[in-house]
């Protein structure tokens, strides 16, 4: 039999023969009561953790969130069971964020009626945040920004109808609504900010601050990368053309310098926890991922050095340490997770012949 495989949404990489088993998402009867968040402290920039206390990976496989040593994901342990549920990993690995569709085992963000729920990794510990999809983590993971829909939604295949307004909640469930209804998208966060897209007409991009402040950026919602944690810098790509471009103390989107990817777009990947780097997928003509290879690239360089041994790369990217990333790899007919110094390498082999995963986070 051919191997047969899929891309499901971002880092999500399907390669089997058989769907995971479907399960009882358990989600609470009731979400938590909503309350005004903690508006941040002067200088209290959400900032990411870093790697060097995080010495495990997490990663979906056959409906279970596993874990394992970033050396042994062959030893791997269940950690939750998720079936068919988006996973979202807080950036310290401690909590997810799962997309349930309620009463129904299909999948999360593009049911009819999905759920946000965060579960705490250690006790399992739930806290619903009621009818919501397309979480996303602050840099720092203090906050999730997600939406919330306002009217009956209509899902064709990976299309959804029907007004959202954007919502951010803190881990102990306390939300604060931050639109008014319509045509949103969450696309990332810049510091505080939540970075969304907004149609009215003509798509926008914008920043959202917590206390509702509204702020248009200059750049097309469709070529939207992501941003680094510290605010500082916004990646965008399209048809091949990738640019980053700074951002001033007062939000002002400052002078684009391009990045020579030789014609090549940039698929899944991250920065590096301290802004200084990013690693990211520049996609190969190949259907299925084989020419694809890993970038470094600098805010401040416009030639991007490739990761060596990273051919092959598809799904997502993750930071491990300063100068290390893990990421799933096709070889030959073989999926492997691979980890690598970059931008020179070496890379070794964290585990070999999976059917089927999608990398999380790193715990």
């Known amino acids: 039999m051919g191997l047969a495989f899929s891309i499901a949404g971002a880092g999500a990489l399907l390669v089997a023969d058989e769907a995971p088993e479907d399960v009882d998402q358990g989600v609470p009867a009731s979400p938590a009561p909503s309350s005004a968040l903690q508006t941040p402290s002067q200088g209290g920039m959400d900032e990411s953790p870093s790697p060097s206390s ?8 056959r409906g279970w969130l596993m874990q394992a040593g970033l050396g042994q994901a062959d030893n791997a342990v269940r950690v939750l069971r998720v079936g068919t549920a988006q996973v979202a ?12 569709e309620r009463g129904s085992p299909r999948d999360s963000d593009f049911g009819d009626e999905p759920h946000v729920v965060l579960v705490d990794l250690a006790t399992e510990d739930r806290v619903n945040l009621g009818p919501g999809f397309a979480p996303m983590w602050s840099p720092g993971g203090t906050r999730l920004a997600f939406l919330r829909p306002v009217e009956d939604r209509e899902c064709f295949s990976e299309t959804c109808l029907g007004e ?3 919502v951010v909640a803190d881990r102990d469930g306390s939300a604060k609504t931050l639109t008014e209804p319509g045509s949103w998208g969450v696309l990332g966060w810049v510091g505080d900010e939540v970075v969304v897209s907004h149609e009215t007409g003509s798509p926008e991009t914008m920043k ?14 469709s070529s939207f990368w992501g941003t680094s944690p510290d605010g500082r810098w916004i990646v965008s790509s399209d048809d091949g053309e990738v640019v980053i471009h700074p951002i001033s103390t007062e939000g002002v989107l400052g002078a684009p310098s391009p990045i020579n990817t030789s014609g090549r777009s940039l698929g899944a990947g991250a920065w590096s926890p301290d802004s200084s780097m990013l690693a990211g997928v520049l996609v190969g003509e190949s259907l299925i991922g084989r020419d694809n290879v890993i970038a470094a690239i600098s805010p401040t360089a416009p030639i991007p050095t490739t990761v060596k041994g990273s051919r092959g790369a598809i799904g997502q990217v993750l930071w491990v340490g300063p100068s290390e990333i893990i990421f799933v790899s096709m070889q030959g007919r073989a ?3 691979r980890r690598c110094e970059v931008p020179h390498g070496p890379c070794d082999d964290v585990s070999k012949d999976l059917r089927e995963v999608s990398l999380v986070g790193i715990r």
């Open 54 to 61: 995080q010495t495990s990976l997490l990663y979906v496989e």
């Open 89 to 100: 990993a807080s950036p310290d690995g401690g909590s997810v964020a799962l997309v349930v």
């Open 164 to 166: 959202a307004e954007l």
């Open 208 to 221: 959202v601050a917590i206390d509702g402040r509204r702020q248009v950026l200059e750049l097309s919602p």
């Open 335 to 337: 999926v492997v997770v």
